[in-house]
């Protein structure tokens, strides 16, 4: 039986259409008649349909039955921890996230962000929006949790999780370069990443994340924007997962 993608919530008994690409293909293919039965996926639930009639660049398919929840909720595996930077560059950061498979978002207020928790908070329904809708354009199956905005020091009675805890450092610490930091480590482990604002991280920042027990690492070459550091390292470690 074949199965299809539907971006938008459904409920037995509604009449819908395949996506223009899927019914553009099934057409030319003639794979499919009428009163065939398919699978659809949403974004959280599994359906039976019927092909119901199919004209010159659409598919029409009725729900006919509810086949529970498409998936079983799952950890996150990669949780970034992010200094709020402007708008654009963190409404972009979050948009990237969930196209590349970000488990979880942590904003944090550090000493140089360029944005303050407090006015943070305020735009914390957009980010939301922008999550909602990068999940609807990349199809994906687990868009990541957003947690509202924080202060540093906050993270200390946060359960932030318990895997592998980097932070991103171009400062003077004690820091090593990410390819060997990674040869001794079981990368089946959930990732927790910190990620800083473009002025870096200020020493009392850095002392939050050593108590947290958090290692600092560090990329060859050019350094990033902060917007495209989380995105870089995240596509790394989706990589090594075998998850991309």
Request: with cysteine; proline share 3%; hydrophobic share 35%.
């Amino acid at each position: 039986m074949q199965k299809y993608f539907i971006p938008h919530k459904l409920t037995v008994g509604d009449i819908t259409h395949l996506s223009d690409s899927d019914s553009e293909i099934v057409i030319s293919q003639n794979s499919l008649h009428i009163e065939d039965l398919v699978e659809i996926d949403t974004y959280d639930r599994r359906y039976l349909a019927q092909v119901t009639d199919i004209i010159k660049s659409s598919v029409e398919i009725e729900i006919v039955e509810d086949r529970g929840e498409r998936i079983e909720k799952k950890q996150p595996s990669i949780t970034i921890i992010q200094s709020i930077s402007h708008d654009s560059k963190f409404n972009y950061f979050l948009e990237k996230s969930v196209e590349i498979g970000v488990g979880r978002i942590i904003p944090i207020e550090s000493k140089y962000s360029l944005k303050s928790r407090n006015k943070a908070i305020k735009t914390f329904g957009l980010w939301n929006k922008i999550i909602k809708d990068a999940t609807e354009q990349s199809r994906t199956p687990y868009p990541p949790i957003l947690e509202k905005p924080k202060k540093i020091k906050n993270l200390k009675s946060e359960d932030i999780g318990h895997g592998i805890k980097i932070c991103l450092a171009t400062e003077n610490v004690d820091s090593i370069y990410l390819n060997k930091y990674l040869e001794k480590k079981n990368i089946e482990q959930e990732f927790i990443v910190a990620i800083g604002p473009e002025k870096g991280w200020s020493s009392s920042d850095i002392k939050v994340f050593e108590e947290l027990g958090f290692d600092f690492v560090k990329l060859r070459g050019n350094i990033l924007r902060t917007e495209t550091a989380g995105l870089v390292i995240t596509s790394i470690f989706k990589y090594l997962k075998g998850e991309i």
